[in-house]
T-cell receptor, first 117, second 112 residues
Framework: AQKITQTQPGMFVQEKEAVTLDCTYD???????LFWYKQPSSGEMIFLIY??????QNATEGRYSLNFQKARKSANLVISASQLGDSAMYFC??????????????FGSGTRLQVQP | EADIYQTPRYLVIGTGKKITLECSQT?????MYWYQQDPGMELHLIHY???????EKGDLSSESTVSRIRTEHFPLTLESARPSHTSQYLC???????????FGNGTRLTVT
């Protein structure tokens, strides 16, 4: 069973508008962490934002915020005021109890975001 | 500014050659990882290490091998490259707590 699901292979957004990238996850562990990464065409992985399962408030980092809905097991990334430089692949990832020791992340299949001028 | 370095950035090599992909980090992290990623696809964990002299297979079976003789160095080796090994290989490391993985810039391997 897939642990991280990103149902949007591709998204378009107009410059300066907000966009939401969907992510749902599956775990039976009460303690887990959720991560979002950006991967430009150059290939490097850039960490954007983290949400812990016990965090009471949604995480925010500048123009990035995470819409965390625990009961629905969703952790959507919201990018406000999109910029042309936001065009990239975006990956949702999780670390749960299975990964507590090795501390690896399991990744979703990604969403390709294209920002249009 | 990168604290984890991968070389080479790009590698084109013929079938049957032995290759080593280098990965070094300066953060003193105990845990290090290799992920494999086909273009536009998700990342798959192929190897990880808890520390010196510790290596483990990841979730995706791989013909590659790794070693961890020094904390900062985690090279990946393919004894005999094949076209099916064509992919991007990303090295990462992490510290303690809920910390994220820090990734290198990746090596894009093409086997002809």
């Amino acid at each position: 069973a897939q642990k991280i699901t990103q149902t949007q292979p591709g998204m378009f957004v107009q410059e300066k508008e907000a966009v939401t990238l969907d992510c749902t996850y599956d775990t039976s562990d009460p303690s887990y962490g959720l991560f979002w990464y950006k991967q430009p065409s150059s290939g490097e992985m850039i960490f954007l934002i983290y949400q812990g399962s016990y965090d009471q408030q949604n995480a925010t980092e500048g123009r990035y915020s995470l819409n965390f809905q625990k009961a629905r097991k969703s952790a959507n990334l919201v990018i406000s005021a999109s910029q042309l430089g936001d065009s990239a692949m975006y990956f949702c990832a999780m670390r749960d109890g299975r990964d507590t020791g090795r501390r690896a992340l399991t990744f979703g299949s990604g969403t390709r975001l294209q920002v249009q001028p | 500014e990168a604290d984890i370095y991968q070389t080479p950035r790009y590698l084109v090599i013929g079938t049957g050659k032995k290759i080593t992909l280098e990965c070094s980090q300066t953060m003193g992290h105990d845990k290090m990882y290799w992920y494999q990623q086909d273009p536009g696809m998700e990342l798959h964990l192929i190897h990880y290490s808890y520390g010196v002299n510790s290596t483990e297979k990841g979730d995706l079976s791989s013909e590659s091998t790794v070693s961890r003789i020094r904390t900062e160095h985690f090279p990946l080796t393919l004894e005999s490259a094949r076209p099916s090994h064509t992919s991007q290989y990303l090295c990462a490391s992490t510290g303690t707590g809920p910390s994220t993985l820090h990734f290198g810039n990746g090596t894009r391997l093409t086997v002809t």
